[in-house]
Protein backbone atom coordinates (compact mmCIF):
# COMPACT_ATOMS: atom_id res chain seq x y z
CA UNK A 1 0.00 0.00 0.00
CA UNK A 2 1.35 3.55 -0.91
CA UNK A 3 2.14 6.10 1.88
CA UNK A 4 -0.86 7.96 1.03
CA UNK A 5 -3.02 5.64 0.99
CA UNK A 6 -1.84 4.61 4.34
CA UNK A 7 -1.78 7.84 5.78
CA UNK A 8 -5.84 8.06 4.34
CA UNK A 9 -6.88 5.03 6.22
CA UNK A 10 -5.32 5.99 9.38
CA UNK A 11 -6.64 9.14 8.85
CA UNK A 12 -10.15 7.74 8.59
CA UNK A 13 -9.34 6.02 11.24
CA UNK A 14 -8.63 8.31 13.47
CA UNK A 15 -11.56 10.06 12.93
CA UNK A 16 -14.26 7.67 13.16
CA UNK A 17 -12.37 6.76 16.33
CA UNK A 18 -13.09 10.77 18.01
CA UNK A 19 -16.37 10.82 16.72
CA UNK A 20 -17.05 7.95 18.68
CA UNK A 21 -15.79 8.97 21.71
CA UNK A 22 -17.90 12.17 21.55
CA UNK A 23 -20.96 10.54 20.74
CA UNK A 24 -20.52 8.13 24.01
CA UNK A 25 -19.71 11.36 26.11
CA UNK A 26 -22.83 13.15 24.92
CA UNK A 27 -24.94 9.83 25.86
CA UNK A 28 -23.45 9.79 29.04
CA UNK A 29 -24.13 13.43 29.70
CA UNK A 30 -27.49 13.41 28.52
CA UNK A 31 -28.38 10.52 31.06
CA UNK A 32 -27.26 12.75 33.90
CA UNK A 33 -29.74 12.58 36.63
CA UNK A 34 -30.11 16.36 38.55
CA UNK A 35 -32.64 17.47 40.41
CA UNK A 36 -34.39 18.92 37.91
CA UNK A 37 -34.21 15.85 35.48
CA UNK A 38 -34.52 12.93 37.34
CA UNK A 39 -35.42 10.40 34.75
CA UNK A 40 -38.67 8.71 33.88
CA UNK A 41 -37.34 5.57 35.91
CA UNK A 42 -35.38 4.61 38.75
CA UNK A 43 -31.94 4.33 38.77
CA UNK A 44 -31.39 1.55 41.28
CA UNK A 45 -34.79 -0.26 40.36
CA UNK A 46 -36.02 0.40 37.07
CA UNK A 47 -39.58 1.18 38.11
CA UNK A 48 -41.27 4.01 36.98
CA UNK A 49 -41.58 7.10 38.88
CA UNK A 50 -45.17 8.72 39.35
CA UNK A 51 -45.19 12.55 39.01
CA UNK A 52 -47.88 14.86 40.76
CA UNK A 53 -49.63 11.36 41.30
CA UNK A 54 -52.74 12.18 43.60
CA UNK A 55 -52.53 8.29 44.30
CA UNK A 56 -50.04 8.67 47.32
CA UNK A 57 -49.50 4.88 47.70
CA UNK A 58 -47.25 5.50 44.58
CA UNK A 59 -43.58 6.30 44.68
CA UNK A 60 -43.07 10.02 43.30
CA UNK A 61 -40.47 11.93 42.63
CA UNK A 62 -40.82 15.62 42.58
CA UNK A 63 -38.52 17.71 39.88
CA UNK A 64 -36.58 20.52 41.52
CA UNK A 65 -38.80 23.63 39.75
CA UNK A 66 -36.85 26.62 38.08
CA UNK A 67 -35.59 28.43 40.74
CA UNK A 68 -36.78 31.75 41.86
CA UNK A 69 -34.87 33.69 44.31
CA UNK A 70 -36.44 35.36 46.78
CA UNK A 71 -36.95 39.30 47.04
CA UNK A 72 -33.60 41.51 46.93
CA UNK A 73 -31.31 37.97 47.85
CA UNK A 74 -27.77 38.46 46.02
CA UNK A 75 -26.56 34.98 45.35
CA UNK A 76 -23.26 34.37 46.95
CA UNK A 77 -21.09 31.58 46.07
CA UNK A 78 -19.05 29.66 48.80
CA UNK A 79 -15.45 28.56 48.77
CA UNK A 80 -12.26 29.17 50.50
CA UNK A 81 -11.33 32.05 52.33
CA UNK A 82 -9.42 33.81 55.08
CA UNK A 83 -11.30 35.76 57.96
CA UNK A 84 -10.03 37.49 60.41
CA UNK A 85 -8.60 41.24 61.08
CA UNK A 86 -6.18 42.39 58.68
CA UNK A 87 -5.55 45.45 60.31
CA UNK A 88 -3.33 46.33 63.32
CA UNK A 89 -5.16 45.22 66.77
CA UNK A 90 -5.02 48.75 67.96
CA UNK A 91 -7.98 47.95 70.11
CA UNK A 92 -5.86 44.99 71.61
CA UNK A 93 -8.92 42.86 71.55
CA UNK A 94 -6.90 39.77 70.14
CA UNK A 95 -10.78 37.93 69.20
CA UNK A 96 -10.27 37.45 65.59
CA UNK A 97 -7.31 36.13 64.90
CA UNK A 98 -6.69 35.47 60.69
CA UNK A 99 -7.84 31.69 59.94
CA UNK A 100 -8.53 29.92 56.66
CA UNK A 101 -12.25 28.41 56.34
CA UNK A 102 -14.81 27.58 53.86
CA UNK A 103 -18.21 28.73 53.36
CA UNK A 104 -21.00 27.12 51.80
CA UNK A 105 -22.99 29.39 48.88
CA UNK A 106 -25.89 31.18 50.47
CA UNK A 107 -28.21 34.27 49.51
CA UNK A 108 -28.13 37.56 51.11
CA UNK A 109 -30.03 41.12 51.22
CA UNK A 110 -29.00 43.38 49.21
CA UNK A 111 -29.36 45.86 51.20
CA UNK A 112 -30.39 46.57 54.87
CA UNK A 113 -33.71 46.10 56.01
CA UNK A 114 -35.51 49.56 56.13
CA UNK A 115 -37.79 51.52 57.79
CA UNK A 116 -40.55 50.80 55.37
CA UNK A 117 -39.86 46.76 55.00
CA UNK A 118 -40.30 47.02 58.59
CA UNK A 119 -43.18 48.96 58.61
CA UNK A 120 -44.63 46.30 56.52
CA UNK A 121 -43.77 43.71 58.95
CA UNK A 122 -45.46 45.79 62.07
CA UNK A 123 -48.57 45.91 60.22
CA UNK A 124 -48.91 42.60 58.86
CA UNK A 125 -48.12 41.18 62.26
CA UNK A 126 -50.97 43.10 63.46
CA UNK A 127 -53.54 40.66 61.91
CA UNK A 128 -51.42 38.01 63.78
CA UNK A 129 -50.61 38.51 67.43
CA UNK A 130 -51.88 40.91 70.41
CA UNK A 131 -51.37 45.12 70.80
CA UNK A 132 -49.14 44.20 73.65
CA UNK A 133 -47.06 41.56 71.39
CA UNK A 134 -46.89 44.76 68.74
CA UNK A 135 -45.25 47.33 71.36
CA UNK A 136 -42.72 44.65 71.76
CA UNK A 137 -41.83 44.19 68.26
CA UNK A 138 -41.91 47.89 67.66
CA UNK A 139 -38.44 50.00 67.13
CA UNK A 140 -37.28 51.62 70.29
CA UNK A 141 -37.25 55.25 68.75
CA UNK A 142 -36.00 56.44 71.75
CA UNK A 143 -32.90 54.90 70.72
CA UNK A 144 -32.10 58.52 69.21
CA UNK A 145 -32.65 61.31 72.60
CA UNK A 146 -29.44 62.28 74.32
CA UNK A 147 -29.31 64.58 77.37
CA UNK A 148 -26.69 66.92 75.50
CA UNK A 149 -27.93 66.97 71.40
CA UNK A 150 -30.62 67.85 69.64
CA UNK A 151 -31.18 64.48 67.82
CA UNK A 152 -34.43 63.91 69.49
CA UNK A 153 -35.98 65.27 66.83
CA UNK A 154 -35.26 61.84 65.20
CA UNK A 155 -37.22 59.96 67.45
CA UNK A 156 -40.50 61.61 65.94
CA UNK A 157 -39.30 61.76 62.84
CA UNK A 158 -36.91 58.97 61.38
CA UNK A 159 -39.58 55.94 61.61
CA UNK A 160 -42.40 57.90 60.88
CA UNK A 161 -42.13 60.02 58.14
CA UNK A 162 -41.56 58.93 54.39
CA UNK A 163 -38.89 61.03 53.62
CA UNK A 164 -36.80 57.79 55.80
CA UNK A 165 -38.70 54.99 54.25
CA UNK A 166 -35.28 53.74 52.82
CA UNK A 167 -32.89 54.37 55.05
CA UNK A 168 -31.74 51.67 57.41
CA UNK A 169 -34.21 50.59 60.27
CA UNK A 170 -33.01 51.35 63.70
CA UNK A 171 -33.60 50.76 67.18
CA UNK A 172 -34.17 47.18 66.61
CA UNK A 173 -32.86 44.24 69.01
CA UNK A 174 -31.12 40.98 68.13
CA UNK A 175 -34.31 39.43 69.23
CA UNK A 176 -36.60 41.58 67.35
CA UNK A 177 -34.56 40.81 63.80
CA UNK A 178 -35.06 37.26 64.85
CA UNK A 179 -38.92 37.63 64.77
CA UNK A 180 -38.50 39.95 61.58
CA UNK A 181 -36.62 36.66 59.38
CA UNK A 182 -39.33 34.02 60.79
CA UNK A 183 -42.32 36.51 59.60
CA UNK A 184 -40.82 36.84 56.46
CA UNK A 185 -39.95 33.55 55.91
CA UNK A 186 -43.93 32.53 56.55
CA UNK A 187 -44.97 35.94 54.63
CA UNK A 188 -42.89 35.70 51.43
CA UNK A 189 -44.09 31.47 51.39
CA UNK A 190 -47.69 32.94 51.72
CA UNK A 191 -47.28 35.06 48.95
CA UNK A 192 -45.94 32.35 46.62
CA UNK A 193 -48.56 30.00 47.43
CA UNK A 194 -51.14 32.74 46.39
CA UNK A 195 -49.30 33.57 43.29
CA UNK A 196 -48.96 29.45 42.34
CA UNK A 197 -52.48 28.40 43.14
CA UNK A 198 -50.74 26.33 45.98
CA UNK A 199 -53.12 23.83 47.29
CA UNK A 200 -54.16 25.51 50.86
CA UNK A 201 -54.39 22.23 52.22
CA UNK A 202 -50.51 20.96 51.41
CA UNK A 203 -48.67 21.04 54.49
CA UNK A 204 -45.20 22.81 54.71
CA UNK A 205 -43.62 19.63 54.61
CA UNK A 206 -45.33 18.22 51.03
CA UNK A 207 -44.63 22.18 49.81
CA UNK A 208 -40.59 21.48 50.65
CA UNK A 209 -40.44 18.07 49.10
CA UNK A 210 -42.07 19.57 46.13
CA UNK A 211 -39.15 22.81 46.34
CA UNK A 212 -42.35 25.04 46.56
CA UNK A 213 -41.37 26.89 49.05
CA UNK A 214 -38.22 29.16 50.01
CA UNK A 215 -35.72 28.03 52.61
CA UNK A 216 -35.76 29.90 56.09
CA UNK A 217 -35.04 33.57 56.10
CA UNK A 218 -32.11 33.92 58.87
CA UNK A 219 -29.54 36.22 59.96
CA UNK A 220 -26.61 35.37 58.34
CA UNK A 221 -23.81 34.09 61.05
CA UNK A 222 -20.76 36.30 61.50
CA UNK A 223 -18.53 34.10 59.03
CA UNK A 224 -20.92 34.61 56.41
CA UNK A 225 -21.20 38.22 56.74
CA UNK A 226 -17.60 38.68 56.83
CA UNK A 227 -16.83 36.31 53.93
CA UNK A 228 -19.47 38.31 51.61
CA UNK A 229 -18.73 41.95 52.90
CA UNK A 230 -14.98 41.12 51.59
CA UNK A 231 -15.97 40.01 48.24
CA UNK A 232 -12.71 38.65 47.47
CA UNK A 233 -14.11 37.71 43.83
CA UNK A 234 -12.71 41.35 42.88
CA UNK A 235 -9.43 40.03 43.00
CA UNK A 236 -9.42 37.27 41.54
CA UNK A 237 -7.14 36.26 38.46
CA UNK A 238 -6.19 33.17 36.12
CA UNK A 239 -8.79 30.74 37.92
CA UNK A 240 -7.97 30.49 41.85
CA UNK A 241 -5.27 33.21 42.22
CA UNK A 242 -5.22 36.27 44.33
CA UNK A 243 -3.37 39.12 44.13
CA UNK A 244 -3.94 40.79 47.24
CA UNK A 245 -6.73 40.90 50.15
CA UNK A 246 -8.64 43.48 51.11
CA UNK A 247 -8.89 45.92 54.79
CA UNK A 248 -12.54 47.24 53.29
CA UNK A 249 -15.02 45.74 51.23
CA UNK A 250 -13.48 47.70 48.15
CA UNK A 251 -9.98 47.81 46.63
CA UNK A 252 -7.34 50.32 48.41
CA UNK A 253 -5.70 51.03 51.38
CA UNK A 254 -8.55 53.95 52.51
CA UNK A 255 -12.12 54.71 52.94
CA UNK A 256 -12.01 56.99 49.12
CA UNK A 257 -12.74 54.72 46.09
CA UNK A 258 -9.03 54.85 44.79
CA UNK A 259 -9.91 54.85 40.74
CA UNK A 260 -12.56 55.79 38.49
CA UNK A 261 -13.19 52.12 37.57
CA UNK A 262 -16.07 49.98 38.39
CA UNK A 263 -17.65 52.62 40.71
CA UNK A 264 -20.70 54.90 40.71
CA UNK A 265 -18.55 57.62 42.21
CA UNK A 266 -15.74 59.91 41.27
CA UNK A 267 -12.20 59.44 42.36
CA UNK A 268 -11.73 60.54 45.81
CA UNK A 269 -15.39 59.99 46.73
CA UNK A 270 -15.98 58.27 49.80
CA UNK A 271 -17.22 54.79 49.80
CA UNK A 272 -19.31 54.76 52.86
CA UNK A 273 -20.97 56.64 55.65
CA UNK A 274 -18.96 56.75 58.74
CA UNK A 275 -17.58 59.58 61.05
CA UNK A 276 -14.18 60.60 59.48
CA UNK A 277 -12.96 62.47 62.89
CA UNK A 278 -14.28 63.80 65.93
CA UNK A 279 -16.83 65.79 65.75
CA UNK A 280 -16.97 65.22 61.74
CA UNK A 281 -19.81 63.37 60.35
CA UNK A 282 -20.01 64.32 56.96
CA UNK A 283 -17.09 66.77 55.85
CA UNK A 284 -17.77 70.30 54.91
CA UNK A 285 -21.25 71.19 53.35
CA UNK A 286 -20.74 71.68 49.71
CA UNK A 287 -18.01 69.31 49.60
CA UNK A 288 -17.81 67.53 46.34
CA UNK A 289 -16.04 64.93 48.49
CA UNK A 290 -18.77 64.85 51.07
CA UNK A 291 -19.55 61.47 52.49
CA UNK A 292 -23.45 62.00 52.21
CA UNK A 293 -25.37 61.98 55.07
CA UNK A 294 -24.30 63.08 59.10
CA UNK A 295 -27.00 60.24 60.22
CA UNK A 296 -27.87 57.12 58.13
CA UNK A 297 -28.34 57.34 54.77
CA UNK A 298 -30.68 55.86 51.75
CA UNK A 299 -29.49 52.25 51.57
CA UNK A 300 -29.20 52.71 48.03
CA UNK A 301 -26.29 55.82 48.30
CA UNK A 302 -23.01 53.99 48.36
CA UNK A 303 -21.55 51.71 45.60
CA UNK A 304 -21.97 48.49 46.00
CA UNK A 305 -19.22 45.80 46.62
CA UNK A 306 -18.26 42.98 43.80
CA UNK A 307 -21.09 40.61 45.07
CA UNK A 308 -23.80 43.54 44.70
CA UNK A 309 -24.49 44.50 48.62
CA UNK A 310 -24.72 47.51 49.86
CA UNK A 311 -23.07 49.28 53.02
CA UNK A 312 -21.39 46.19 54.12
CA UNK A 313 -18.78 49.16 55.70
CA UNK A 314 -20.65 52.14 57.13
CA UNK A 315 -24.40 53.38 57.17
CA UNK A 316 -25.40 50.77 60.13
CA UNK A 317 -23.69 48.03 62.41
CA UNK A 318 -25.66 44.87 61.80
CA UNK A 319 -26.32 42.08 63.96
CA UNK A 320 -25.16 38.36 62.91
CA UNK A 321 -26.68 35.17 64.29
CA UNK A 322 -23.30 34.44 66.39
CA UNK A 323 -22.87 34.35 70.23
CA UNK A 324 -19.88 36.21 71.48
CA UNK A 325 -16.61 34.87 72.89
CA UNK A 326 -13.19 36.53 72.48
CA UNK A 327 -11.69 32.66 72.05
CA UNK A 328 -14.46 31.77 68.71
CA UNK A 329 -11.68 31.83 66.68
CA UNK A 330 -9.81 28.91 68.52
CA UNK A 331 -12.83 27.49 68.76
CA UNK A 332 -15.07 27.10 65.47
CA UNK A 333 -15.14 24.25 62.68
CA UNK A 334 -13.55 25.19 59.58
CA UNK A 335 -16.54 24.34 57.33
CA UNK A 336 -19.45 26.96 58.25
CA UNK A 337 -18.29 28.13 61.29
CA UNK A 338 -20.78 29.26 63.76
CA UNK A 339 -21.00 29.84 67.49
CA UNK A 340 -24.39 28.93 68.71
CA UNK A 341 -23.73 29.14 72.41
CA UNK A 342 -20.84 29.30 74.64
CA UNK A 343 -19.68 25.49 74.43
CA UNK A 344 -15.94 25.01 75.40
CA UNK A 345 -15.67 28.87 76.21
CA UNK A 346 -17.90 29.15 79.18
CA UNK A 347 -18.98 32.36 80.35
CA UNK A 348 -17.70 31.09 83.85
CA UNK A 349 -14.04 31.63 82.87
CA UNK A 350 -14.44 35.25 81.95
CA UNK A 351 -14.83 38.02 85.23
CA UNK A 352 -17.08 40.19 83.45
CA UNK A 353 -20.83 39.75 83.59
CA UNK A 354 -20.37 40.88 79.73
CA UNK A 355 -20.02 37.47 78.78
CA UNK A 356 -22.93 34.89 78.28
CA UNK A 357 -25.02 33.25 75.68
CA UNK A 358 -26.81 36.31 75.53
CA UNK A 359 -24.38 38.78 74.25
CA UNK A 360 -24.14 38.98 70.17
CA UNK A 361 -21.96 40.00 67.63
CA UNK A 362 -22.47 42.83 65.59
CA UNK A 363 -20.30 43.97 62.14
CA UNK A 364 -19.63 47.04 59.92
CA UNK A 365 -19.17 49.92 61.31
CA UNK A 366 -21.91 52.60 60.86
CA UNK A 367 -22.41 56.49 60.38
CA UNK A 368 -21.10 56.77 64.11
CA UNK A 369 -18.07 55.00 64.09
CA UNK A 370 -14.33 55.97 62.59
CA UNK A 371 -12.72 53.98 59.86
CA UNK A 372 -11.14 51.72 61.94
CA UNK A 373 -14.57 49.71 62.22
CA UNK A 374 -15.86 49.63 58.70
CA UNK A 375 -12.57 46.17 58.08
CA UNK A 376 -15.03 43.31 57.75
CA UNK A 377 -12.99 41.59 60.51
CA UNK A 378 -13.39 43.82 63.41
CA UNK A 379 -16.12 42.60 65.55
CA UNK A 380 -18.14 44.09 68.91
CA UNK A 381 -20.82 42.60 70.78
CA UNK A 382 -23.81 43.90 72.55
CA UNK A 383 -27.02 42.08 74.57
CA UNK A 384 -29.38 40.69 72.14
CA UNK A 385 -32.09 42.73 73.62
CA UNK A 386 -30.74 45.96 73.54
CA UNK A 387 -31.22 48.45 71.04
CA UNK A 388 -29.26 51.29 69.27
CA UNK A 389 -29.14 54.31 66.72
CA UNK A 390 -26.20 52.48 64.87
CA UNK A 391 -27.18 48.82 64.33
CA UNK A 392 -29.53 46.97 61.97
CA UNK A 393 -29.63 44.02 59.94
CA UNK A 394 -30.16 42.06 57.21
CA UNK A 395 -31.04 39.04 56.17
CA UNK A 396 -29.65 35.29 55.35
CA UNK A 397 -30.90 32.58 52.90
CA UNK A 398 -29.11 28.72 52.42
CA UNK A 399 -28.76 28.23 49.09
CA UNK A 400 -30.10 24.55 48.52
CA UNK A 401 -28.73 21.88 46.20
CA UNK A 402 -25.57 22.36 43.98
CA UNK A 403 -24.85 24.21 41.22
CA UNK A 404 -26.63 21.36 38.82
CA UNK A 405 -29.57 21.32 40.93
Given at each position: MKLGNKLNVFTWVATFFVATMILASCGSQSNRRTASNPGKVSASTGAAFSFNDEDTTNFQVFRLPKEVVGPRLKFIQGGRAVLGSQENDVMGFRDNTERT????????????????????????????????????????????????????????????????????VAG???????????????????????????????????????????PDYRLPNEAEWEFAAKAMIGTQYMD??????RIYPWDGRGPRNPYNIK???????????FKRGRGDYAGISGSIHNDGEIIPTNVYDFPPNDYGLYNMA??????????????????????????????????????????????????????????YWLAPGARRFMHQDSATNHIGFRCAMIAVGGKDR
Open positions: VTIASFFMDETEVTNVDYKEFLHNMRTRVSADSILQLEPNERVWEGTMSYNDVYSTYYFQYPGFNFYPVSWTQANVYCKWRTMYVNEVNREKNNLDSALTENQLIQRGAVFENQENGRKSRQGDFLANGNMNEWVQDVYRPLSFQDFDDLNPLRKDGIYDEESTYNTTMIDDKFRVFKGGSWRDVA
